[in-house]
């Protein structure tokens, strides 16, 4: 009923740039926050960055002042802009959004994309 769709990752050597998107699609009213966690092989996944319906944005300390990310209400996409890349950014990268599922109630639900790898390179 509802998809993300991510593009962008790749390899990319270390004081790159790469650009994420992840677009929404399906059946549902409106989002009311988007983000970008990713996970790296043994770890937690982590949250990136997350914005919200305001626009009002949120990132984790290791990415500040490096990474950006932003999003197209009238596109229902968010994208994740990553500068200065590190060997230490290399994970999966995921977008999530939680979505307002219908007009005429509050009900939301949470999904996921597939995941997207991004290689750093030293």
């Known amino acids: 009923q509802v998809q993300l769709v991510e593009s962008g990752g790749g390899l990319v050597q270390a004081g790159g740039s790469l650009r994420l998107s992840c677009a929404a699609s399906?059946?549902?009213?409106?989002?009311?926050?988007m983000g970008w966690y990713r996970q790296a092989p043994g770890k937690q996944r982590e949250l990136v960055a997350t914005?919200?319906?305001?626009?009002?944005?949120d990132y984790a300390d290791s990415v500040k002042g490096r990474f950006t990310i932003s999003r197209d209400n009238a596109k229902n996409t968010v994208d994740l802009q990553m500068n200065s890349l590190k060997p230490e950014d290399t994970a999966v990268y995921y977008c999530?959004?939680?979505?307002?599922?219908?007009?005429?109630?509050?009900?939301?639900?949470?999904?996921w994309g597939q995941g997207t790898q991004v290689t750093v390179s030293s």
């Open positions: 999530n959004a939680r979505f307002r599922l219908r007009s005429w109630d509050w009900a939301t639900n949470t999904y």
């Open positions: 914005i919200s319906s305001d626009s009002t944005t």
């Open positions: 399906g059946s549902f009213f409106s989002i009311n926050s």
